[in-house]
């Protein structure tokens, strides 16, 4: 893992990304005119014959073909090496996105009336997924080697963070797992017990009051190669998430990273607008008629408010397109659930696509909501889970978001567990927050979109 902008980013998914874009883009050029030539022996490789395979040509379906096999992988989610691995069996997957990103490629040239030397695609085609093949084959095997670790603890935390482990998307292989009581004065030496274990690293997850390694013990490991992490440092760096059951929340508090400078707050406001502004433009039209058809559909008015809380607590009116019946709550607030009956038909459609909340961009320009931030959440919600989660209220520290780092990692919330969850998200982005991370949640948030992930 290494850090960019504050943020987490797995090495191995951009090793595998780029030793996988090379090895295509060369595998197609070379398989282009291998095919090429094999057809018609005196086809030439330069640009002053007519029907001879250029470098531009080459160039084109090698961007091209690299371009899109990247991007059928990244839709099929070919880049969470626990997917990946799991594919590797059956290659069910892998072989949906080689043909999708072939018939892309096939329906691209088409559109740009390009018609390029007999055999010179299919040699491409053929070429590129050769790329593939040996690329992920030569680094499967490394890319899916699991760290292993040593988790030192005995209690809820350890028991937490090793189901935690067990949905890593990098896999991680607990080579131990020791009672805290056996090490310290007169016992187990913590760097004996890791090599022991052939552990890369180890893990604190001790409960208040059982911390028995010393920083001699401590230093120890480090100075031998192997790395020491706090439970909540580790998850924060492999899982992207800061769980509440192993978070110190003075530590968390006085972080650098949580400190939000005034170049951070405008250059925020600054996207907030530009982004919002332009979602307005390009929405706008669309949003006009969705208000026709939710009023073709069902009674009452298009447009939905609600009242939602806010930075630092502040309440706010969120506005939202009408998805439920106008008596969707007529015997109080509850979470909304999987084939809600209260969900109109068109409700049905945008909700599930997000439409619903194109008219949250009016609270982005007010400035009540940022475009990324944790989820606005009703005060009736909040009180619910906070009674039975610590440190829920951490994410108040920032303005909620139409988008963000939970809503794309983690799936629809309807319960205090979801909440619980989903706010180990939040925490990691209230502390790591940047521009750079606001791309990227944009960025994955036009996936889920596409494929109706994580909506109700």
């Not at 980013?9 to 090379?22: D, Q």
């Not at 030539?37 to 330069?46: D, G, M, N, Q």
């Not at 001790?206 to 790395?227: H, I, K, S």
Request: hydrophobic share 45%; glycine share 10%.
């Amino acid at each position: 893992m290494y850090r960019v902008f504050n943020h987490w980013v797995s090495g191995r998914k951009t090793l595998l990304f780029v030793a996988e874009s090379a090895a295509i883009a060369a595998a197609c050029a070379t398989g282009a005119v291998m095919l090429a030539r094999a057809i018609h022996p005196e086809t030439a490789i330069s640009g002053g014959h007519p029907g001879a395979v250029t470098g531009r040509l080459l160039l084109l379906l090698s961007i091209g073909f690299a371009s899109l096999y990247q991007a059928a992988f990244y839709f099929l989610d070919l880049y969470d090496l626990r997917v990946a691995t799991e594919d590797r069996s059956r290659g069910a997957r892998l072989i949906r996105a080689l043909g999708l990103a072939v018939f892309a490629m096939a329906m691209l040239l088409t559109m740009l009336r390009i018609r390029p030397p007999e055999g010179v695609v299919l040699g491409g085609a053929f070429g590129a997924i050769l790329g593939v093949i040996v690329a992920r084959g030569l680094l499967g095997n490394a890319l899916a080697r699991p760290n292993r670790v040593l988790v030192v603890g005995h209690g809820p935390r350890a028991q937490r963070l090793l189901e935690l482990l067990e949905r890593a998307d990098e896999a991680t292989h607990v080579a131990a797992l020791v009672d805290p009581r056996r090490l310290g004065p007169g016992g187990e030496k913590l760097l004996e017990v890791a090599r022991r274990a052939q552990a890369e690293a180890v893990i604190l997850a001790t409960d208040p009051g059982q911390e028995r390694a010393t920083p001699e013990e401590l230093a120890r490991c480090r100075y031998a190669g192997v790395r020491v992490y706090g439970a909540a440092q580790y998850c924060e760096r492999i899982l992207r998430r800061i769980p509440v059951h192993v978070l110190d929340g003075v530590q968390y508090a006085t972080a650098d990273e949580l400190s939000q400078g005034p170049l951070r707050r405008a250059s925020k406001r600054a996207f907030d607008l530009l982004v919002a502004g332009a979602l307005l433009l390009l929405a706008g039209p669309l949003m006009l008629l969705l208000v026709v058809l939710i009023r073709l559909d069902s009674k009452g008015p298009a447009f939905y408010r609600q009242e939602r809380v806010g930075r630092n607590g502040e309440p706010y009116a969120l506005w939202k397109l009408r998805s439920m019946r106008l008596d969707a709550e007529k015997n109080g607030a509850v979470w909304a659930q999987a084939r809600d009956e209260r969900v109109t038909r068109v409700g049905r459609f945008i909700r599930k696509t997000r439409m619903d909340e194109i008219p949250q961009v009016f609270n982005v320009l007010r400035g009540d909501m940022s475009f990324v931030g944790p989820r606005p959440e009703r005060s009736v919600f909040i009180e619910i889970i906070s009674r039975d989660v610590p440190y829920y209220t951490l994410r108040e520290g920032v303005k909620p978001g139409i988008t963000g780092w939970a809503q794309i990692r983690y799936p629809y919330g309807a319960s205090v567990e979801d909440g619980r969850n989903k706010l180990e998200f939040d925490l990691y982005y209230v502390k790591n927050g940047t521009l750079f991370l606001d791309l990227a949640i944009i960025f994955h948030t036009v996936r889920h979109v596409l494929l109706g992930r994580g909506a109700r």
